[in-house]
């Protein structure tokens, strides 16, 4: 099924690991996004790439760092975790279109001890 | 930065009442999306207003824009406990590519 595809789904980690998220879309979609969601927070935006080759910073940007590696994939990395990094992470794409919304994968919840 | 403050923050209905969601835009809006979430899954997309005084429907779920106001409102009619989740709003800033949400209202219907 088209859409947007997270991995892994639940990760625990140890403060101070590293790790990556993985995010991939087979919409053709140009732009692409990293929230985190923490109760009472909402969705926070950690980076986002408008298009492939670029990226930019968004509210919540410290301690993270992406890569835009085709149009397809947008990875996230945690180069040393820390419990504030515990959260759920979600993956979007745009056409840049709008009127068809962004679609989102279903999130990797990530427990940093 | 654009803020989308929601109200209310939880809702507990009984199964077939109606309820109303506000989403109210601290900026112009230029558009507005609604999402629902249900609890640990991702956001799955209603719909989508761009003009002011739009209305749309997604099954019994409506919501309309109101450009002067700077608030969009969610409501679902005869409520069902499918309809239970998170709903968020969420707008893109100054006409731009990124979206911002607000905090979400949680949805609990009892059957």
């Known amino acids: 099924n088209a859409g947007v595809t997270q991995t892994p789904k639940f990760q625990v980690l140890k403060t101070g690991q590293s790790m990556t998220l993985q995010c991939a879309q087979d919409m053709n979609h140009n732009s692409m996004y990293w929230y985190r969601q923490d109760p009472g927070m909402g969705l926070r935006l950690i980076y986002y790439?408008?298009?492939?080759?670029?990226?930019d910073k968004g509210e919540v940007p410290n301690g993270y760092n992406v890569s835009r590696l085709n149009k397809r994939e947008f990875s996230l990395r945690l180069e040393s975790a820390a419990p504030s990094q515990t959260s759920v992470y979600f993956c979007?794409?745009?056409?840049?279109?709008?009127?068809?919304?962004?679609?989102f994968g279903s999130g990797t919840r990530l427990t940093v001890v | 930065s654009q803020e989308l403050e929601q109200s209310p923050q939880s809702l507990i209905v009984q199964e077939g009442k109606n309820l109303t969601i506000n989403c109210t835009s601290s900026k112009t809006l230029y558009g507005l999306y609604w999402y629902k979430q249900k609890y640990g899954e991702g956001l799955i997309f209603l719909m989508m207003l761009q003009k002011g005084g739009e209305e749309k429907s997604h099954e019994k779920i409506t919501a309309k824009l109101d450009e002067k106001k700077q608030q969009s409102s969610l409501h679902i009619t005869a409520s069902q406990p499918s309809h239970a989740g998170i709903y968020l709003c969420?707008?893109?800033?100054?006409?731009?590519?990124?979206?911002?949400f607000g905090r979400g209202t949680s949805l609990i219907v009892h059957p």
């Open positions: 790439s408008a298009s492939e080759g670029t990226t």
């Open positions: 969420g707008a893109e800033k100054g006409g731009s590519y990124i979206p911002t």
């Open positions: 979007a794409s745009s056409g840049g279109q709008g009127a068809y919304g962004y679609t």
